[in-house]
């Protein structure tokens, strides 16, 4: 997959005398976003908004990638990828993703399925023997908490749909899992295996009984162990095998090859005076989730599932164009149709899941109903995001998918997320 840079395409456009469009040279065909029923006078705006960010320093800077009908609608780099150093943006910079590896993982555990190798209904128990016999942390009326053994057994759907009651070990027991080392999404600090970490999760108090909340945490990183033992390969090797080789997702890694290391892109945090460069690699109170991270140079021995992964916009747009097509992206088949079909619908019933009308699947929040979330979009879209402040949907209503990455954690006072989706939405003219 040949992939331009900006500034080789700008020097391309001096010397021929080209469009932009017309040299593109990425995975997704670039066309007049009026072919694909949009706007370029429109889709300006969204231009004119991300650019004010930077300029308003609320943003370091970011790319944002929609697609229409299988081709690039609106791809486009803004701000700085190192602020400092006032080194531009690029298109194939690579962003730290976080919880936009559960979707990778998810569809991870599809496969096994399809394969023959596992059944979403069954026990965790069954493949990870720790988790036979799990306890819950129950409040009581002295403020503190009872532990309670578990009402049944975890099984691998639970786990997929975050009603597990597995957390990030600030729950009630929050003092055990702070003994035990585990607290928090980020394990790249981490010189033990997934495996090896989630087993010690067993022996902690979850935070509910299974089941009967949605409970976001580790679930997603116990699922990553799990593909490894029903695999029998190292969570990274069975991805590549899978999933990032078939779609030529070549930039997408737990931990970047030294040669992509100047297009890592530097992560900020929002503060009373603007944006500023977050800490090197972050630590208070242990590793930080917030700093640049071992990404790196860190032992490279923990993949985490839940929020382990780097990637490209374009790399991550094939992915979710995958499932937009039903499990197909070109000649290769991830998945079928029916196991999409099963992933991007309610799992979790009537369980309080964040607004009206947004229910949850298998890695994916669904929207049941529009008028409950109370934004553009469509009834049958499924989406998530990431702590650096990134997010993505895919509307099969549209045909269309959106990627937008930045690294911003915290990210305070600001309407990006918002304000994408408006402007992305009123540039359809079809």
Do not use: C
């Not at 128990?125 to 503190?144: D, F, H, Q, R, W």
């Not at 029998?232 to 737990?254: A, Y």
């Amino acid at each position: 997959m040949y992939r331009l840079k900006n500034i080789n395409l700008k020097s391309w456009v001096l010397i021929l005398g080209l469009t932009f469009s017309s040299i593109l040279a990425q995975t997704f065909r670039q066309v007049r976003p009026e072919f694909l029923g949009m706007s370029s006078e429109r889709l300006e705006r969204l231009t004119h908004q991300l650019d004010s960010y930077v300029s308003d320093k609320k943003l370091p800077g970011g790319v944002a990638l929609v697609l229409r009908k299988g081709k690039a609608a609106y791809f486009y780099s803004f701000g700085y990828r190192d602020r400092e150093l006032m080194d531009a943006m690029e298109k194939d910079d690579i962003f730290r993703i976080a919880s936009q590896t559960k979707a990778i993982i998810s569809v991870g555990i599809m496969i096994l399925q399809e394969k023959g190798l596992l059944l979403i209904q069954e026990p965790l128990g069954k493949y990870i023997s720790e988790y036979n016999n799990t306890t819950v942390a129950e409040l009581n009326e002295s403020g503190s908490y009872d532990v309670v053994n578990a009402k049944r057994k975890i099984t691998i759907r639970d786990l997929l749909t975050h009603t597990a009651g597995i957390g990030w070990g600030f729950g009630p027991a929050k003092d055990r899992w702070e003994k035990a080392e585990i607290m928090g999404w980020y394990f790249a600090h981490r010189d033990e295996s997934i495996q090896t970490t989630v087993k010690r999760i067993a022996k902690l108090p979850m935070d509910a009984q299974p089941g009967e909340k949605f409970v976001y945490g580790l679930s997603v990183d116990i699922l990553g162990a799990v593909i490894e033992i029903v695999s029998g390969q190292p969570l990274d090797r069975f991805l590549q095998q899978e999933i990032f080789d078939p779609l030529e997702m070549k930039d997408t890694h737990f931990y970047l090859p030294p040669d992509k290391k100047e297009r890592l892109t530097k992560v900020y945090s929002s503060s009373e005076s603007g944006i500023k460069l977050s800490a090197n690699p972050g630590k208070r109170n242990g590793p930080s989730m917030i700093g640049q991270g071992h990404y790196l140079n860190g032992p490279r021995m923990s993949f985490s599932g839940g929020a382990g992964l780097l990637s490209t916009a374009e790399d991550y747009a094939v992915f979710l164009q995958m499932m937009l097509n039903k499990g197909q992206f070109g000649n290769e088949r991830i998945l079928s149709r029916k196991s999409v079909e099963l992933m991007t619908t309610n799992h979790i019933g009537s369980i309080p899941f964040s607004n009206d009308g947004v229910r949850f699947g298998l890695g994916f929040a669904t929207i049941e109903k529009l008028g409950g979330r109370g934004q553009l979009g469509s009834i049958g879209e499924f989406s998530w995001g990431g702590a650096y402040h990134s997010t993505y949907w895919v509307d099969p209503t549209e045909d269309m998918v959106v990627v937008y990455f930045t690294q911003l954690i915290p990210a305070l006072n600001i309407d990006d997320h918002n304000k994408l989706r408006a402007l992305i939405y009123q540039s359809i003219i079809d």
